[in-house]
Antibody, heavy 123, light 107 residues
Framework: QLQLQESGPGLVKPAETLSLTCTVS??????????WGWIRQPPGKGLEWIGSIYYSGSTYYNPSLKSRVTISVDTSENQFSLKLTSVTAADTAVYYC???????????????WGQGTLVTVSS | DIQMTQSPTSLSASVGDRVTITCRAS??????LNWYQQKPGKAPKFLIY???SLQSGVPSRFSGSGSGTDFTLTISSLQPEDFATYYCQQSYSAPWTFGQGTKVEIK
């Protein structure tokens, strides 16, 4: 069964860089049918898609965050990572990694999620 | 970006009730609409894709309908484990966007 697990610091200082890694187990990140992505949820609020990556390294980002976001993939470790630069308190959120599936009838959908990790931006 | 608006923001219902949640897109998204369920402290769970197709393992009391800009999620007979927050998400065009959520609470 596919599992995704986020890891990284739970506290980041303002203006610094948030770095998280998602480790995929129970399946290969190099599967041709899927993208892999990051979604965040500020405390008590809704969900925001950050960006996604294909195992080849092809990426696409939410334009609202694009200038600060980098997503990368390490197929040898079956992991993908998120870097968000110049963070502020507004970036405090639970960060989820997820698998992004594709079907002709549905286009893209998030069908498997990690448990999420809370990242707080504070000095 | 395509804006997704859900209504109501929250609702109170009893076990056995029929519950309907509405999601409206700011432009036509055909049937490219997904639904998720999220319980407190947990990750969202994928329920429905393409507006009306149930993900494998999802109980048949859940159903979805709609196309264009207006969509609904219906729970035919609310069960205790269904109390949660529900989100719609459009997959018509990036950036993928979610509704603000509808919290289903116990009456």
């Amino acid at each position: 069964q596919l599992q995704l697990q986020e890891s990284g610091p739970g506290l980041v200082k303002p203006a610094e860089t948030l770095s998280l890694t998602c480790t995929v187990s129970g399946g290969s990140i190099s599967t041709s049918s899927y993208y892999w992505g990051w979604i965040r949820q500020p405390p008590g609020k809704g969900l925001e898609w950050i960006g996604s990556i294909y195992y080849s390294g092809s990426t696409y980002y939410n334009p609202s965050l694009k200038s600060r976001v980098t997503i990368s993939v390490d197929t040898s470790e079956n992991q993908f990572s998120l870097k968000l630069t110049s963070v502020t308190a507004a970036d405090t959120a639970v960060y989820y990694c997820a698998r992004l599936g594709y079907m002709t009838t549905a286009k893209y959908y998030f069908d498997s999620w990690g448990q999420g990790t809370l990242v707080t931006v504070s000095s | 970006d395509i804006q997704m608006t859900q209504s109501p923001t929250s609702l109170s219902a009893s076990v056995g009730d029929r519950v309907t949640i509405t999601c409206r897109a700011s432009q036509s998204i055909s049937s490219y609409l997904n639904w998720y369920q999220q319980k407190p402290g947990k990750a969202p769970k994928f329920l429905i894709y393409a507006a009306s197709s149930l993900q494998s393992g999802v109980p048949s009391r859940f159903s979805g309908s709609g196309s264009g800009t207006d969509f609904t999620l219906t729970i035919s007979s609310l069960q205790p484990e269904d109390f949660a927050t529900y989100y719609c998400q459009q997959s018509y065009s990036a950036p993928w966007t979610f509704g603000q959520g509808t919290k289903v609470e116990i009456k």
